[in-house]
């Protein structure tokens, strides 16, 4: 019972490292501060976000680290990375230090790697503790980490209202504080042990208690803003109340009973099926007996690209058709087959699922990466930290969603495929309203917040899309080949941004040199227009993602939910 209660304790722990280590959300709060006093133009301060979000393309590093020390060193090197990297920056901005561009520039780089080793941290407690319901303690966890941003606003109006720079000392100094705070928890870690039906239930319904919490938690950060700097000290303290809220999770684990009998039993929570490991083995195993038993199958394309056998009227059918070909050409033949990193590259299903992230999720954080010049352009400097609020919140409530199909099946059967199509089309909508809308602040809002959901949840799922499409096993190495998506695109985007925004502005001396400045709607109109046209490839990418998967979804919950095969 002891040991239950200390991996909820665990998991609380795995919450306040998120919330706490989402460092690279808040670079739009000071990264007007840091142009000028670096004096660089738009173009290199994209470069600085894109080393950032470099850093993330380097979690192999965390994972060679971990198979040689203990995982709270690897925590602790992560603190430290950050305190190197944002501590100096910090000391830049405020004049203490002058390195060289590229020195900031390598900072950069050691801050957004310190991020990714905090997240394969955090990966692997929630793996290690929760087998039998990780899809929901690894959702819950990576939601945390859209709120940084927002609890950094409130930590920074509580120090220095008036300052940006302190979001940058802020980025330091939180992570390693609460690496000090989650260590206790950290270090002891209960046994692993096999649990029974009935707890694995219960233990879902302590997840459903706990993202009840998390809604809580996001809806006070995004609708309380303080008004002065005695109120944001107040606000500041009850988001830290609500973060260690869940600490009371223990207590729930001791009276089990009553919380079985009382609330369990009325919600009837029995339908509660993950697409898990379990669920994708017993899947293989009766498609395989299937297979050997039908000696004629229906069309569709084998792992080679070849055709099977079918009869000739569907043959016809086939050939006049040139969209069947795209959705059956190449086509997954089911869930969870393995694939290795050589074979996952040669996959049409791989290459539209990578275009559908980088074209929504990536293209949401480089948007987050410039709202602080997106508010300086409209005339909104001081609308920048509510905006970076809004994201940040709206973020956070679309990584909460993407465990929805976790908790709908089998009530609902829907292929989570089809909720990453569905979590893109706010996307393109957004840029629209944004290109539009001028300096009308509510527009901007709204897109805002659009762009922070969508992204949000592409960010979230895309672990558990990867596992279901490509294998669990190899769902480490494959889910960081999709992500080398991110610096590409924080490179492509943000230089598409940056060109756009100096060849509409002007020096602020009008001395060449001085940096460049841009005033009004003309600094991103385009770009909104590019990046709107680009998330209509991705949303169609996706769109052709969930048709070619679909039947796959359908055969599994099929199997699932029939009478073993004799």
Known sequence: MAGQSRKWMILVATIWIQAFTGTNFDFSAYSSEMKMKLGVPQVQLNYLATASDLGKALGWSSGLALNNLPLWTVMFTAASMGLVGYGVQWLVVNGTVAPPYFVVLLLCLLAGCSICWFNTVCFVLCVRNFPSNRPLAVSLMVSFNGLSAALYNLAAKSFSPSSTSVYLLLNA?????????????I???PPVVTLPPDAIKREQVTFLLLNFLAVITGLYLLFLHPSNMFMACLLFAGAIFLLVLPLGIPGIIYAREWFNEAIYTSFFLHGFTLVDVEDLELHKQLLSRENSSV?????SPDVDGSMNE????????????SCDIIIKKDRLVMLGEEHKAKMLTRRLDFWLYFVAYFCGGTIGLVYS???????QSLGHSSFNSRLITIYSSFSFFGRLLSAAPDFMRPKACFARTGWLTVALLPTPIAFVLLAVAGSDMMAVQVGTALIGFSSGFIFAAAVSITSELFGPNSVGVNHNILIANIPIGSLVY???AAIVYDMNGTTTTGLLGDPIVCMGKKCYFYTFVWWGCISVLGLASSLLLFLRTRPLYLELERNLTSPTLN
Do not use: D, K
């Open 369 to 375: 990466n410039n709202l602080g010049q997106i508010a």
């Open 187 to 189: 270090l002891r870690q």
């Open 173 to 185: 100094l939180l992570p390693l504080v609460t690496s000090i705070v989650a260590l206790i928890p």
């Open 295 to 299: 000696n004629c199958m229906i069309s």
């Open 310 to 321: 079918m009869p000739r009227q569907n043959m016809r059918t086939t050939e006049g058709c």
């Open 494 to 496: 943000g230089f598409l």
